[in-house]
């Protein structure tokens, strides 16, 4: 199964989002297996964001997303990347349809409340850069075989 990383921005954090996106991400039959709040710095975002570093709004990206700390989850499931992608809808709210989590829960292009891995590739980059090897939890739940069928598991 792939894993894939999740930030519940600042935007999501003050407007009290958590436990509306976490239950969505259960409903869904999203596994998690790292979650952990914690605050951000100019450094790991430099890292992070290391295509816009460079560019003239890079500044106010550093400045919302040290607003509050932030959440990170790590996620696992089948196609799971791009699962979330879909569940998390296009980049600015106000073009991202009703159902997703910005259509439904945001109005920003850049409070825009959650970020998602865009490749299984960036996944493994993210998740190493934000989760030390023993904050992941590898498990299987009992709800797996209501999931997914068993010819989706191999």
Do not use: W
């Not at 089948?78 to 991202?96: E, H, I, L, P, Q």
């Not at 996944?123 to 498990?139: H, N, S, V």
């Amino acid at each position: 199964m792939e894993q894939t990383l999740v930030i519940l921005k600042p935007s999501a954090i003050a407007r009290g989002l958590i436990g509306d996106i976490l239950a969505r991400i259960e409903r869904k039959g999203l596994i998690i297996t790292g979650l952990k709040m914690m605050q951000l710095d100019e450094a790991i975002l430099r890292e992070h964001y290391a295509h816009l570093v460079d560019r003239p709004f890079f500044p106010s990206i550093v400045e919302s997303m040290t607003a509050t700390p932030v959440i990170v989850i790590c996620l696992k499931g089948v196609d799971v990347v791009s699962v979330f992608r879909k569940m998390t809808g296009v980049t600015n709210g106000r073009n991202a349809e009703p159902g997703t989590l910005r259509g439904d829960f945001c109005m920003s292009g850049q409070a825009n409340i959650v970020h998602a891995s865009d490749s299984v590739e960036n996944a493994r980059l993210e998740i190493k850069r934000f989760f030390k090897p023993e904050e992941i939890f590898d498990y299987t739940p009992l709800m797996l075989p209501f999931l997914y069928g068993d010819d989706e598991l191999k």
